[in-house]
Nanobody
Framework: QVQLVESGGGLVQAGGSLRLSCTAS????????MGWFRQAPGKEREFVAV????????YYAGSVRGRFTISEDNAKNTVYLQMNSLKPEDTAVYYC???????????????????WGQGTQVTVSS
């Protein structure tokens, strides 16, 4: 069993920054990709970013590319999402998730993930 706990969300003004953390307990995620997703009010949950199990590959949604950076610290069983130049449209609940597909290096769809955190709220004011 794997438990994922996100932290770091909050209220920030447009143009500001936040860093989200996701810490895993139980079985480690060192052999699986880790992703971030988000869900805005009234919208479906969408992919944000993913990092491969080795940390050597990353992939981002077009809406965040160049502004967000995903990274990991395997020694701490933690994955991070550094969010810069935040926009009001980034307001959402952010979830981290662990992939269940060893064969997919950087999965971007939710069906490739089996463990999810409870989410952390990010609100960007204009």
């Amino acid at each position: 069993q794997v438990q994922l706990v996100e932290s770091g969300g909050g209220l920030v003004q447009a143009g500001g920054s936040l860093r989200l953390s996701c810490t895993a307990s139980g079985r480690t995620f060192s052999s699986y990709a880790m992703g971030w997703f988000r869900q805005a009010p009234g919208k479906e949950r969408e992919f944000v970013a993913v990092i491969s199990w080795s940390g050597s590959s990353t992939y981002y949604a077009g809406s965040v590319r160049g502004r967000f950076t995903i990274s990991e610290d395997n020694a701490k069983n933690t994955v991070y999402l550094q969010m810069n130049s935040l926009k009001p449209e980034d307001t959402a609940v952010y979830y981290c998730a662990r992939s269940n597909r060893v064969s997919v290096v950087v999965p971007t769809t939710q069906d490739n993930y089996d463990y999810w955190g409870q989410g952390t709220q990010v609100t960007v004011s204009s």
